[in-house]
């Protein structure tokens, strides 16, 4: 059935530190796949996206690379900063038109 | 532009009331969503309008009750809602509705911060 795994959190990084929050996923097809990330008290944000095999989405120092290979979209940081302490979620459409979320992956960065 | 604002951004209410959640967007899109999230948890999908009909109800208990007036107003009526009903409820929209295509991408309004008693 149709559904995204991520990586459990919390995350927890210092300053400036390398990031990678893994995300596979289930689906027909090859679906877009999205990150959305929520910061506190907030509403959910489109982070990036890609809408076909080896695509890069980019944003705000964030990449994640389409693999149809592997069924993964993970998403990487090269230097994180305590601004980006956040829940992300990856997502797709499936071929209902549902979003289908991962559970979210909550990521916390000390100074 | 890509904003959705959701009013109110707090709300207690008890058992016995009835409340109304409000949401607009002013970007054309035609098709609008209610989700409600728990604590740390993904938002799970109530309500989807297409076109400013119900094209989506995910068996949702009829204590939730929602109306879309125009294309850009989207409203959800709370009447009897029980202390597990306490949530994040969120309104997205979407230029068509969601069909996998990068235009259908939601765009989430901040949400209501809803507290039963």
């Known amino acids: 059935g149709d559904s995204v795994t991520q990586m459990e959190g919390p995350v927890t990084l210092s300053e400036e530190a390398f990031l990678t929050i893994n995300c596979t996923y289930t689906?027909?097809?090859?679906?877009?796949l999205f990150w959305y990330v929520q910061y506190p008290g907030e509403g959910l944000q489109l982070l990036l996206k890609a809408t076909k095999a080896d695509d890069k989405g980019s944003n705000k120092g964030f990449e994640a690379t389409y693999r149809k290979e592997t069924t993964s979209f993970h998403l990487e940081k090269g230097s994180v900063q305590v601004s980006d302490s956040a829940v992300y979620f990856c997502?797709?459409?499936?071929?209902?038109?549902?979003?289908?979320f991962g559970q979210g992956t909550e990521l916390s960065v000390k100074p | 532009d890509t904003e959705v604002t959701q009013t109110p951004k707090h709300l207690v209410m008890g058992m016995t009331n009835k409340k109304s959640l409000k949401c607009e967007q002013h970007?054309?899109?035609?098709?609008m969503y209610w989700y409600k999230q728990k604590a740390k948890k993904p938002p799970e999908l109530m309500f989807v309008y297409s076109y400013e009909k119900l094209s989506i109800n995910e068996s949702v208990p009829s204590r939730f009750s929602p109306e879309c007036p125009n294309s850009s107003l989207l409203n959800l009526h709370l009447h009897a809602l029980q202390p597990e009903d306490s949530a994040l409820y969120l309104c997205?929209?979407?230029?068509?509705?969601?069909?996998?295509?990068?235009?259908?991408?939601?765009?989430f309004g901040a949400g209501t911060r809803l507290s039963v008693l």
């Open positions: 689906a027909t097809g090859y679906p877009s």
């Open positions: 997205a929209s979407s230029q068509e509705p969601a069909g996998g295509f990068v235009k259908n991408i939601q765009y």
């Open positions: 970007m054309g899109h035609r098709a």
């Open positions: 997502a797709y459409y499936n071929q209902g038109g549902k979003l289908i």
